[in-house]
């Protein structure tokens, strides 16, 4: 075997082994420590000093106050045991600070790296007519999509023409979340927040209606509805984890300059499927260069994702990210066990004592 990779496969056992330790004082350094004198007095033969066996031969034990022999390594008198006791309480508490500094580190460093973003936010547009006339109620239907892990809280953020579409009322009847903080139209400015969630275990599903906007249309032209980059699905992880993909690039509502014949002014209101659905199709196709729509030139400009961003996308949705991620999380759920099981045999031992 090469010499390098013998070096390399002693220097994984070791840090696999270190791990190990640190995880193990983290949780049970606190008991040995306090059965390690007992442990001495039962058993002297079988007790070993810590600095003398880590000690060359002839070297002064402080611990036991003599010199250290590799013939006898159990520690000298109770004191000494004590004393051994101690040292091991100490890499406990040092262990369980590097456990709490891995959970940290895991948690809001490494894991966000390597998990999925997948949800996606669909602006709702009528499956029937592919235009509205004057005074027309459209109501446009918000939709997740790609959900590959629970969501409990989605912020979604529009922008709408307000020269010709007048915003009118959010409707949440028949959303998958149940608790709404914000729910504001601002016509001034064109704009809209609906925010909202669900308590644990959060939304599941692969699609799920959030919330439909009701619009008016008060002049001809072609309007946009466009989604900010300040909208956010986050995940219900613990860490509030945003697993937004991407933000669909908007949708536009042509708009005629006369009113309804039938004078049926919400004749292209979508009706939202029961369940969480909705009806959604394509309002206008422009993947053949349709650069013109019904007489009116519109251009549409695709958000730009930097290398870095499509590359990170791309590593998340590999099948050895996925099991990266896995190992993450299952590292954060140790942690978090050891460091509650600390925290409650302190409290223990203080209420006891």
């Known amino acids: 075997m090469p010499n390098s990779l013998y070096a390399l496969i002693k220097i994984i056992s070791i840090a696999i082994v270190s791990w190990i330790l640190v995880h193990f004082l983290a949780l049970f350094g606190v008991f040995v420590a306090l059965i390690y004198p007992v442990w001495w007095l039962l058993m002297p033969a079988y007790t070993r000093c810590l600095v003398c066996n880590s000690s060359s031969e002839g070297k002064y034990c402080s611990f036991c106050e003599r010199q250290v022999s590799k013939n006898n390594l159990k520690p000298s008198t109770l004191i000494s045991a004590v004393k051994n006791g101690g040292l091991i309480f100490l890499f406990s508490l040092i262990s369980f600070g590097l456990v709490v500094l891995e959970s940290i580190l895991v948690g809001r460093f490494l894991l966000p790296i390597f998990q999925a ?41 529009l922008t709408y023409d307000r020269n010709l579409l007048q915003g009118l009322e959010i409707l949440t009847d028949n959303s998958f979340a149940s608790i709404f903080v914000d729910k504001i139209i601002d016509h001034e400015l064109g704009y809209v927040r609906i925010s909202g969630g669900i308590p644990n275990p959060g939304f599941d599903g692969e699609e799920g209606l959030f919330a439909t906007v009701i619009f008016r249309t008060i002049r001809p032209g072609t309007a946009k509805v466009d989604l900010l980059p300040s909208s ?42 029961a369940g969480g659905a909705s009806s959604v199709a394509i309002l206008f196709d422009f993947s053949e260069n349709q650069g013109v729509v019904l007489g009116e030139s519109v251009s549409i400009e695709e958000e730009k994702v930097s290398f870095w961003e499509s590359f990170l996308v791309k590593l998340s949705q590999s099948w050895l990210a996925i099991l990266w991620q896995k190992t993450l999380e299952w590292i954060i759920w140790l942690d978090n066990f050891i460091i509650a099981g600390f925290f409650r045999v302190s409290r223990a031992f203080v209420e006891m004592w």
């Open 117 to 157: 973003r997948t949800a996606v936010v669909h602006i709702g547009v009528p499956n029937s007519d592919k235009y509205f006339y004057l005074n027309d109620v459209i109501s446009i239907p918000l939709t997740i999509s790609g959900i590959n892990q629970a969501i409990n809280a989605v912020q979604i953020d």
């Open 232 to 273: 956010m699905v986050l995940a219900n992880d613990g860490r509030g984890s945003n697993v937004l993909s991407k933000i669909d690039y908007g949708t536009n509502y042509f708009i005629l300059p006369d009113f309804r014949p039938d004078g049926n002014l919400q004749g292209n209101v979508i009706e939202p499927v």
